[in-house]
């Protein structure tokens, strides 16, 4: 079988409309809801049913879970088959890795089945909403390790965020179906982020180099999502920053709080921005 394989390659039928990270900043239909300043809606930008755009930006989100978790599927698939059994060392990685990663691709096939039905509850169509392939993107990268601190420590902690998020607005909401679902996918994507953070340590053990360049790697997947402070400790941010799942997932405290001051950087930057459009055009 095939190894390594590109994303231009992923198997998808004609409902799917795929973008990447730097179209999906400039899609009008893609946003979780930083659309407005936190000013004009009140107090809080939290991703909750009281919103005026709430069905919307819930709807798009919804969506763009399915998606990541078909791409997230697809990716522990290829960690699994596209290295060697070994020692960890050169394009090795050690079989109980491989094993964790097949188990990891058992939950993901659920999270689609899951998310896929939540979506059509939801009342969205597949391909209503464009599908970001930049998961499967970070699950590209010939050194396993940059694979775990990308998609296992990143976007599966970002997913940890969004999927406490959406719990509560299926809480709020008085809606039990999408309130449970996250719940047992978030417990999914705590041992997924877990894994990550475990075999991280583990292989980089004798290489500081190799755990540097991966935590890196981290930190730039983790700055795009920063993008406009989406995610963060401040209310302003639709999607919170769920502190204590991290804890369980492995993450230090000083990591958290270097994403929290990315996040705030970010949102900081968006409302600078904001303010220099609302100058500009007089308002
Ligand atoms: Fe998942
Ligand atoms: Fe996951």
Same mark, same amino acid.
């Given at each position: &079988?095939?190894?390594? *394989?590109?994303?231009? =390659?992923?198997?998808?039928?004609? @409902? *799917?409309?795929?973008?990447?990270?730097?179209?999906?900043?400039? =899609?009008?239909?893609?946003?979780?809801?930083?659309?407005?300043?936190?000013?004009?809606?009140?107090?809080?930008?939290?991703?909750?049913?009281? @919103?005026?755009?709430?069905?919307?930006?819930? %709807?798009?989100? &919804?969506?763009?879970?399915?998606?990541?978790?078909?791409?997230?599927?697809?990716?522990?698939?290829?960690?699994?088959?596209?290295?060697?059994?070994?020692?960890?060392?050169?394009?090795?990685?050690?079989?109980?890795?491989?094993?964790?990663?097949?188990?990891?691709?058992?939950?993901?096939?659920?999270?689609?089945?899951?998310?896929?039905? +939540?979506?059509?509850? &939801?009342?969205?169509?597949?391909?209503?909403?464009?599908?970001?392939?930049?998961?499967?993107?970070?699950?590209?990268?010939?050194?396993?390790?940059?694979?775990?601190?990308?998609?296992? @420590?990143?976007?599966?902690?970002?997913?940890? =965020?969004?999927?406490? !998020?959406?719990?509560?607005?299926?809480? +709020?909401?008085?809606?039990?179906?999408?309130?449970?679902?996250?719940?047992? &996918?978030?417990?999914?994507? #705590?041992?997924? #982020?877990?894994?990550?953070?475990?075999?991280?340590?583990?292989?980089?053990?004798?290489?500081?180099?190799?755990?540097?360049?991966?935590?890196?790697?981290?930190?730039?997947?983790?700055?795009?999502?920063?993008?406009?402070?989406? %995610?963060?400790?401040?209310?302003?941010?639709?999607?919170?920053?769920?502190?204590?799942?991290?804890?369980?997932?492995?993450?230090? =405290?000083?990591?958290?709080?270097?994403?929290?001051?990315?996040?705030?950087?970010?949102?900081?930057?968006?409302?600078?921005? #904001?303010?220099?459009? !609302?100058?500009?055009?007089?308002?």
């Amino acid at each position: &079988m095939r190894q390594f *394989f590109p994303v231009d =390659d992923l198997a998808r039928d004609e @409902r *799917f409309v795929q973008t990447n990270m730097a179209k999906r900043m400039a =899609d009008s239909r893609s946003a979780v809801g930083v659309k407005k300043s936190a000013k004009s809606r009140g107090a809080s930008n939290r991703l909750t049913p009281d @919103r005026h755009d709430a069905s919307e930006a819930a %709807r798009s989100l &919804m969506h763009g879970i399915m998606v990541g978790e078909i791409q997230a599927l697809e990716g522990a698939g290829r960690t699994a088959h596209d290295f060697a059994a070994g020692d960890g060392s050169g394009d090795t990685i050690p079989f109980e890795l491989k094993l964790d990663m097949a188990r990891q691709a058992w939950d993901e096939a659920r999270h689609v089945e899951i998310s896929a039905k +939540l979506s059509d509850w &939801m009342g969205t169509e597949l391909g209503q909403f464009s599908e970001n392939t930049v998961l499967f993107e970070a699950a590209c990268s010939n050194d396993p390790v940059l694979r775990l601190a990308g998609v296992n @420590r990143a976007l599966e902690g970002l997913a940890i =965020d969004v999927f406490t !998020q959406m719990k509560e607005f299926g809480q +709020l909401a008085g809606d039990p179906f999408l309130e449970f679902c996250e719940d047992w &996918m978030l417990a999914d994507e #705590v041992t997924h #982020v877990k894994m990550g953070s475990d075999w991280l340590r583990k292989v980089t053990e004798n290489d500081p180099d190799r755990r540097a360049k991966a935590l890196e790697f981290q930190q730039v997947v983790d700055k795009l999502f920063s993008f406009g402070g989406a %995610r963060g400790d401040s209310d302003e941010s639709p999607i919170g920053l769920a502190r204590r799942f991290r804890e369980l997932a492995g993450f230090t =405290d000083d990591e958290v709080d270097t994403i929290a001051e990315m996040d705030h950087d970010a949102l900081e930057e968006r409302k600078a921005a #904001v303010r220099l459009a !609302q100058e500009a055009a007089g308002v």
